[in-house]
């Protein structure tokens, strides 16, 4: 009946396409009525819980596909392709967007794994993988009806909306992508952090040494653990950063160099093979593909980039 209610409440207030600002910080709505294939994005830590439709992801070849029945949980940036291949007028995706403030989020993590020693000790040493899936159990169903009717009134909404964000929160931590949510937030949180540190230095000749560095781990070790959590190893990773980002970039208008420039890349020829490589196509042909258009380029781009709340 809640699940009904919060639909209910997204179909009442959000009747065209796109991206809808709830007046709680980092909350969006969503409708999605037209089929879009999977094309490069980059996932911030985020909840995206669907309430009609299908969403897909794509991380390292596999597809995950979530509806109503789990909710997704992003823990920590990810490179992805992500689509709606099966949105039509007729049977729209709707959903809500939360994007995850690591601030908060750390904080809770901390005085949950404080409170209960059981929780600090997971039951196996390997970081679960950044993207999670998770049942709507009764409490975060309940959590999130209650954050959907602040909007119901712009004085609750800003009086209340960022307890009522954090209980959301809690629930999430509480709910089975907890672990995993744990893991990126909590205390030993090292791949999380690298990734972070990685996201911030595209530009840059980062090696595995280095991001090893950053957390303390030897090399063997971070690689180990990383593509436990991810995975990809990684080189793989931090490739699938820059020409998942470089993609985007020039679905904006970006000219190739330009874009293998903002993505660490030197050589415009080395970029090109590797982005050859991974999408089957030359630089100059995506941006003008007709099967992966421009358009399609920047709606991707605003659904996973824009409303994102940068990692700090």
């Keep these: 009946m809640s699940k009904q209610k919060i639909k209910q409440i997204i179909e009442n207030t959000i009747t065209e396409d796109g991206m809808m600002k709830t007046g709680i910080k980092g909350v969006h709505l ?22 009609n439709g299908t969403k897909e992801a794509v991380l390292d070849g596999k597809s995950f596909k979530y509806d109503s029945s789990k909710y997704m949980c992003c823990t920590m940036t990810m490179p992805v392709e992500a689509g709606t291949p099966e949105a039509s007028p007729e049977n729209p995706l ?4 939360i994007s995850l403030d ?5 904080e ?14 997971s039951k196996s040493n390997q970081p679960p993988p950044g993207l999670a899936y998770s049942n709507w159990d ?34 999430v931590l509480k709910g089975e992508a907890g672990n995993s949510a744990m893991r990126a937030f909590g ?9 972070v540190y990685l996201s911030s230095n ?28 991810t995975s990809m190893s990684p080189i793989q990773f931090a490739k699938s950063m820059r020409l998942n980002s470089a993609a985007m970039r020039m679905a904006t208008g970006m000219t190739v160099n330009e874009a293998a420039f903002e993505v660490g890349y030197i050589s415009s020829s080395q970029f090109s093979r590797e982005f050859k490589r991974m999408y089957g196509l030359s630089p100059k042909q995506w941006s003008s593909s ?22 700090t």
């Excluded at 709707?94 to 967007?97: A, D, M, Q, S």
């Excluded at 809770?108 to 000790?121: F, P």
């Design 94 to 97: 709707l959903g809500v967007y």
């Design 138 to 171: 009764e409490t975060f169903t309940e959590a999130l009806l209650r954050l959907m009717q602040l909007g119901e009134n712009p004085l609750d909404t800003l009086i209340l909306g960022e307890s009522r964000l954090r209980e959301l929160y809690y629930a």
């Design 202 to 229: 595209l530009d840059k000749a980062i090696t595995i040494e280095d991001m090893a560095e950053q957390v303390g781990m030897s090399r063997a070790v971070f690689h180990r653990k990383f593509k436990q959590a």
């Design 290 to 311: 007709n099967q992966l258009s421009s358009e399609l380029m920047r709606r991707n781009e605003n659904y996973f980039d824009e409303f994102q709340q940068s990692v």
């Design 30 to 51: 969503f409708r999605v009525s037209d089929t879009r294939l999977c094309a490069p994005a980059i996932y911030k830590p985020t909840v995206v819980a669907v309430l």
């Design 108 to 121: 809770l993590a901390i005085e949950m794994q404080n409170a209960s020693g059981a929780l600090s000790k």
């Design 102 to 106: 690591t601030k908060v989020m750390t």
């Design 187 to 195: 205390i030993g949180n090292e791949i999380s952090r690298s990734i």
